[in-house]
């Protein structure tokens, strides 16, 4: 049913709304009709997106907002207490995510950049925290990307809950580093692995190295926009932007090495060559990447009942293109893409979430964002 | 070099080309940049492409002729002594190959339209010959496919040698008769693999299967009209027209069953479902697929030095596209497809091969059809 209850604080924004979804276009895809419904909006570019057990949506607005969202649409003043955050270019509250355990012990997650003691730098951090009532209490942060630099870009990020309760954080290279994503000596460019008490997994895979930073997971990585764990194989998807081309899927590997910017599909921007070309012995190639570049962020492997055709697809949403790719996958082969929306809704999109009940949440990335979802067409 | 000379029989065809490439316009893609040279045309539906040693062209036209064209573009009489061909619908004369061994022996392959004895019926045919002068001598039927039916399409079919010397056929299911792909006592919707005598090879896979029939290599295909040999692993990669979308690109393995028309990724011509969905136990999925169609037809991978950036990309001429798919391939996985000439030249593609110097040739598939060539640009 289509359902659009706005919270006061929303409603101007939502009366200036450009789009109208209440004529439940039905959009005839390759394996799904569906419509789109918006369930809130009047969003300043909301960024990430979880669901709590009560199915009530926590939403973070880049410029530095936590929000509880009803399942109804209801969108809640700001929650209180976030830990200062660097919100200029890029930067700002970044993604949200729910603890595996929350039913026992309440724990969110958010990252977030992060300034530096002067204010002239900053990196990308992830804090722990619980709601009471409208605020947020014992905010630990967990994990603080080293070092902090000069640069408005490239933080990132997402959390991801690999299975067996460790925490995946997925890190930009700052833009202005990217030599750095080569080394591992930094966090700029990389995948990180860590307890959610911010502690280091004994099994890291860089634990022994020396001169290696021990939350180190994967590296030579760009910007991480998108990740999420394989449902079957439990293997980590990270997805990325490329420069002028070059925008990644990749199996994310303990220890690998994914090439930024010695190898990349893209080239730089103004259109000169980047790195040493596309293939490199002892550098991972992506298992799927677009050229040009569609702005990947989020993505998101579907595995609900509402859509039956879709399960197992992985599902990426994008900023430039604003498209929702859908990726036929079959092992760890993608066999086919469908675009979507870009006709119907045409927004930029900063996330896709598979919501508790089946259906699938976007995130439109303006400063009157929406969350929208696909809901089978009857 | 560009070089154009035309036979006298296609001059008056050729004044009329519709398209004038003599420009010499630059195609920036990807990975390479290329111009469009017009090496032959004035041919009639040209379908099959093969190289003699010599450099010298050996082209099939659909409508029955087998053609000799230099390397400077000039195209001979059709060569004497074919076989019977019924060249009506998508039948008559159609893919060309040339004995791995030819300079020892002179023995070309071509794959055809046979009729029935009566005519009503027919089915997809090999013969072997050897050229002399400008006609065909020790012509040789070494494969008939079985049964003939009535039907005027889905005769497939491309030749390609396995690199142990065995010939694969692929061949269609003749459109009437897609429930036959399914078993083993046809050659409907199979590949077969020969040998160039016509004999059976003794470790084909169902050899010492009761009621198949011993040529079988793999089968549940639909209408298949590209082949070719991966050139590090040797295994055959083939590509088949699906119904209303589903094209695909098959790792095509011993006794394996494709799935038509039990699993497909399109639908029947007007909408309705075909089969049982897209996935099924003991049925392969494809490594690629196309929805919408492309009609998809040739395939090669490039090896040549021409090209450096597109060494191992697999190349796939589409019909109704009107466009070359350049598919990015990581060992079994395709991680891109780029779609080339769709505006440069925008005719319908039959084929692509690889040349002995490097280039691309593509025929295009019309009554005034040509061979052209992609060759890097200065």
């Given at each position: 049913m289509f359902t659009r209850t706005l919270a006061a604080l929303s409603l101007a924004a939502a009366l200036a709304a450009?789009?109208?979804?209440?004529?439940?276009?039905?959009v005839d895809s390759e394996r799904a009709s569906f419509t789109i419904e918006t369930v809130?909006?009047?969003?300043?570019n909301p960024w990430g997106l979880a669901f709590l057990p009560d199915d009530t949506m926590l939403v973070s607005e880049r410029e530095g907002n936590l929000r509880l969202v009803s399942p109804d649409g209801q969108v809640w003043p700001p929650l209180q207490g976030?830990?200062?955050?660097?919100?200029k270019g890029q930067g700002g509250l970044l993604d949200v995510a729910i603890d595996p355990d929350y039913a026992n012990n309440g724990r969110i997650y958010f990252s977030y950049s992060e300034p530096g003691e002067d204010d002239s730098t900053n990196s990308t951090a992830v804090a722990s925290a619980r709601i009471q009532d409208d605020k947020l209490v014992?905010?630990?942060?967990?994990f603080s990307q080293q070092p902090?630099?000069?640069?408005?870009?490239?933080?990132g990020s997402r959390l991801v809950f690999a299975n067996d309760g460790t925490l995946f954080v997925t890190l930009g290279?700052?833009?202005?580093?990217?030599?750095?994503?080569?080394?591992?000596?930094?966090?700029?460019g990389k995948v990180v692995r860590i307890n959610t008490d911010g502690s280091v997994p004994?099994?890291?895979?860089?634990?022994?190295?020396?001169?290696?930073?021990?939350?180190?997971?994967?590296?030579?990585?760009?910007?991480?926009q998108g990740a999420a764990i394989h449902?079957?194989?439990g293997v980590l998807w990270s997805g990325e932007h490329g420069a002028q081309g070059g925008d990644e899927i990749n199996l994310d590997r303990a220890a690998?090495?994914?090439?930024?910017p010695v190898i990349t599909y893209g080239e730089d921007y103004g259109g000169g060559e980047i790195g040493e070309g596309f293939k490199k012995a002892g550098m991972e190639t992506p298992v799927y990447y677009w050229l040009p570049s569609l702005a990947t962020a989020g993505l998101t492997f579907y595995t609900g009942e509402q859509f039956p055709d879709w399960q197992g697809d992985l599902f990426v949403a994008s900023l430039k293109a604003q498209t929702l790719s859908r990726l036929d996958i079959e092992g760890e082969r993608v066999l086919h893409e469908e675009r979507l929306l870009k006709d119907e809704l045409g927004k930029r999109l900063r996330h896709v979430v598979q919501g508790p009940d089946g259906y699938l949440y976007l995130l439109t990335d303006?400063?009157?964002?929406a969350i929208v979802r696909l809901v089978p067409a009857d």
């Open positions: 450009p789009f109208n979804l209440n004529a439940k276009t039905v809130a909006d009047g969003l300043k976030l830990p200062e955050i660097y919100a014992d905010v630990t942060r967990i902090k630099v000069k640069s408005n870009a490239h933080f290279e700052r833009y202005s580093q990217k030599d750095d994503a080569q080394t591992l000596d930094n966090h700029h004994a099994d890291n895979p860089f634990v022994d190295t020396k001169g290696a930073l021990p939350e180190i997971w994967s590296y030579g990585h760009r910007n991480m449902p079957q194989t690998k090495n994914y090439g930024w303006e400063s009157n964002g």
